[in-house]
């Protein structure tokens, strides 16, 4: 590091920032196997024009007062100084609190935010709207891992457990036969960990094991869901059929005696119920791979002799978060798991299953012996919650019933939401309801760095910092490297960092004691850093001092080597270390799920077609999976982002027999659409992509030609405008944006305009 230089992290890497004459250089950090270029979107961040300058309110809702109002994303903004909207808010969210109670404010404010752990734009709002309105209504799991966040507790453990402390890379470097991956661990989304990455290690692993013999098998509908390095063979498979395809393995597995029939009557609970159906002594369909192959478009041949490859080896069974982004979610979640069962694999080294491995950098990963400590956010005195991705149905049926995890719960009715660190246009699904659901709303307050399609529908705008403009610690509970995240620049324009934002919210409702407990955001640096040295200092590894951390830029912290240890403590010996399941076994059959009385999932997995099936209007699934070149939608106008853009639109994947079909030559733009809306892309030829399904990543900022349009029209490639909002199931209630059914065309009209980032216009007072 050179003088100038400064030491950051980010989500996706850590890295040195300087800034001169040719404005900020980044480099990545100097002990990075493999560093990815996603820090390049940085370059333009600072000073790109759809950056916040100034507060700003929304015309109608300051000519009109709070309420709901149909022009939220298309009207023009009034610039406001900080002491004037502040007393605006301040009188908004205590004209709300008194009126309605603080179960009217929905706080959940999902969203990745930035790396640093105190200026974590969340907690910083449930601290704020704990310590000053008595509490919010919050939302649980993530759009991540919604479906198996809520299934894996029931039939395994705690998603955390099975995932961040599953099979370690170490593991299947040395150990696996056979990787069989279902959704594949592309490295475009392993570069990825919330809370930073400082080593991005996925690559050397596959390789390593590739070179030793181990075999790697992936079914996808994209070739590129595997590096080359893992030398993997691609199976490719109709979107959302998965669980069909493994329903077919066990089957073969059963009636070919190679189940392990001891693994399973020690192990595992109600395998024989389950053995039922998949003999079809339930149902009258015995799940044979000729009936599978139907469903999946996988040969039955290759399915059999897959099984057959799959007996007697050390095999290690891995699902992507993807699979259950889908309806039906949890299904392949827990038939990947009863596939490593019936082989007799959980628990062995390099073998079993491990949840979602490959799918972020924190997985397969050892955890820091003492873990960085959160910033409190206090007590929330309010207990209504919804399962995160219903946000809509929240704000559209307030009042109305609904089935969760075994719970009957009623959605509340909400007068105001408050967001800071999060960008539901970008998340969440069917982006037409979503604004439907947001013009309900009284008020909507954002706390935003840039002009993003979410702080265009909001009331109230708060231009806030970026990571490079203030001081911050990065780190997370499965990477060594504990970073001492140095400002590089003054904030720019009025921009403010969240915490004073909220203390001098607090200030105006007399709650600043109990938000601030009279500390600036320095002196909450050094205390955070002070509980993680005495926490170090009782293990036996003594930390320096702040001032000598802060000017090194970084601290190794000692990591404890316990991957695994749910299940080997399991294996090894059952009574005594029980799985924190009802039965203490891995359940095949549950029957807390089998009470519930879920159509839509029952008491062990099972195969239920879907909703979204191609048909003749909608020919086509769409996969609208994590984009390679960003985070989700952070620092779209990116130089590494806008690189892979053409003509400034997303990219679409196309199989040539589809293109050909259509007339789409290679860099045509297409219109996708289905009932719920349209976009525009760019068409990418391919046949990395099988037939009849196309590709989108997610991440470009919605564009909508017209945004008073209730069918929206996105010129610049969202796919969230046509995914559809509804729960995975009555047990998960997640997010099933990863698969919609479209049809495409050649767009020959005149190509609008992309205008995601030119700021909506803002009037100067
Ligand atoms: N169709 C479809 N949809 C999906 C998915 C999919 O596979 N398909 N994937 C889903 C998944 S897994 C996820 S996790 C979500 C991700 O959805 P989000 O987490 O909402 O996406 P981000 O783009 O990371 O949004 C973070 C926002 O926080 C802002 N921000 C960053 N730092 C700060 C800060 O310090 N303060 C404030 N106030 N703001 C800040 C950024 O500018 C950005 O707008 O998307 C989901 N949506
Ligand atoms: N670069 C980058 N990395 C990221 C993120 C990012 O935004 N950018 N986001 C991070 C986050 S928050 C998360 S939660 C993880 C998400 O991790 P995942 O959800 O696993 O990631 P995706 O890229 O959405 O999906 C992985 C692949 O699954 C395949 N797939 C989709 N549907 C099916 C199906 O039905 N069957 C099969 N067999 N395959 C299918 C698709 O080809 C897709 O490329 O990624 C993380 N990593
Ligand atoms: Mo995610």
New binding site residues.
């Given amino acids: 590091m050179t003088r100038r230089e400064k030491m950051h992290s980010s ?2 890497g850590v890295f040195t920032a300087s800034e001169g004459q040719q404005g900020l250089t980044v480099k990545p950090f100097a002990d990075d196997p493999n560093p ?1 270029r ?1 820090i390049d979107n940085f370059v333009d961040a600072l000073d790109h024009p759809c950056r916040v300058a100034k507060p700003a309110v929304r015309r109608g809702w300051l000519e009109n007062g709070p309420g709901p109002d149909r022009r939220r994303g298309h009207d023009e903004y009034i610039e406001m100084e900080w002491d004037e909207v502040l007393d605006l808010l301040a009188q908004e969210l205590r004209r709300v609190q008194r009126r309605y109670g603080p179960e009217a404010i929905f706080g959940g404010s999902y969203g ?1 935010s930035s790396a640093g752990r105190f200026h974590h734009a969340q907690s910083q709002v449930h601290r704020f709207l704990n310590t000053s309105l008595g509490g919010y209504v919050r939302s649980v799991n ?4 919604g479906a198996s966040a809520v299934l894996l507790p029931h039939i395994l453990g705690d998603l955390d457990e099975v995932a961040r402390r599953g099979v370690s890379w170490e593991e299947i470097a040395e150990y696996s036969e056979i990787v069989l991956s ?3 661990m ?1 490295l ?5 960990a ?1 809370g930073g990455i400082s080593r991005h290690t996925e690559r050397d692993f596959m390789r390593q094991a590739a070179a030793r013999g181990a075999e790697f098998i ?5 070739q ?2 595997m590096p080359a390095e893992s030398r993997a063979e691609w199976h490719t ?6 669980a069909a395809l493994m329903l077919a393995l066990i089957y073969d597995i059963v009636v070919n005696g190679w189940a392990d029939r001891g693994f399973l009557a020690r192990y595992c609970e109600g395998w024989d119920i389950f053995e039922q159906y998949v003999l079809g002594h339930t149902d009258g369909q015995p799940k044979t791979p000729d009936w599978a192959a139907d469903i999946c478009q996988v040969p039955a041949a290759d399915i059999a002799a897959l099984a057959q490859r799959l007996a007697g080896k050390r095999l290690m069974v891995t699902v ?4 259950q ?2 309806q039906h979610g949890e299904q ?1 979640v827990w038939l990947g798991l009863a596939l490593a069962a019936a082989l007799g694999q959980p628990g062995l080294p390099g073998g079993g299953y491990n949840y ?1 491995l ?4 924190h997985y397969g990963k050892h955890h820091n012996a003492v873990a960085f400590p959160a910033f409190p956010q206090g007590r929330n005195g309010v207990k209504t919650y919804i399962p995160v991705a219903r946000v809509a149905d929240m704000l559209l049926h307030p009042g109305e019933q609904y089935d969760y995890n075994g719970h009957k719960l009623t959605y509340p009715h909400i007068a105001l939401a408050y967001w800071a660190g999060g960008n539901p246009f970008h998340h969440h699904q069917d982006l037409g309801r979503l604004r439907r659901a947001f013009n309900t709303l009284d008020t909507l307050v954002v706390h935003e760095i840039h002009w993003t399609p979410t702080a265009r529908h909001a009331d109230i705008v708060l231009p806030c910092t970026l990571t490079l403009e203030r001081d911050d610690i990065g780190g997370t509970a499965t990477d060594n490297l504990l970073v001492a995240m140095q400002q590089v620049r003054e904030p720019y324009g009025q921009a403010r960092d969240d915490y004073d934002i909220f203390n001098d919210l607090a200030r105006r409702l007399g709650t600043e004691a109990a938000f601030s407990e009279g500390r600036t955001s320095g002196q909450w640096l050094r205390r955070l850093y002070g509980q993680m040295a005495d926490k170090l200092a009782a293990h036996g590894a003594p930390a320096p001092d702040f001032d000598t951390f802060w000017a090194q830029g970084s601290l190794y912290l000692p990591q404890i080597k316990d991957g695994g240890r749910l299940l080997r403590n399991f294996r090894t010996d059952p009574v005594g270390h029980p799985l924190p399941t009802p039965s203490g076994k891995i359940e095949i059959f549950s029957s807390a799920i089998d009470r519930f009385g879920y159509a839509d999932c029952p008491g062990h997995p099972v195969w239920l077609a879907p909703r979204l099936r191609c048909d003749e209007t909608h020919p086509f699934y769409l ?10 939608s ?1 620092l779209d106008f990116g130089r590494h982002s806008g690189d892979a853009k053409r003509r400034g639109r997303e990219v679409c994947k196309i199989h040539p027999l589809d293109a050909e079909g259509k007339g789409v030559r290679q860099g045509d733009i297409i219109k996708i659409f289905n009932g719920l809306g349209a976009i525009l892309a760019s068409a990418d030829i391919s046949d990395a992509i099988m037939p009849g399904v196309i ?1 989108v ?3 470009a900022w919605f564009d909508p030609y017209d945004p008073r349009d209730d069918i929206p029209f996105c010129v610049h490639g969202n796919p969230n405008v046509l995914t559809l909002d509804i729960g995975t199931s009555a047990l998960g209630q997640g997010c099933i944006g ?2 919609a059914v479209v049809d495409f065309v050649r767009y020959d009209d005149p190509l609008p305009a992309v205008r995601a980032f030119v700021p909506p216009p803002v009037i100067r007072r």
């Fill in positions: 989500h996706w990815n996603l990745w993530s759009y991540s891992a279902f959704g594949g592309a475009k989304n392993s570069q990825v919330s992936y079914f996808s509908p994209l590129s869901d498979i109709v979107p959302g059929t998965d992507a978060h993807s699979l982004r889908a392949p979602a490959g799918a972020i950098g996969i609208a999976n994590q984009p390679a070149t960003r985070l989700h952070q590709q990543p997610t991440g990863q698969i």
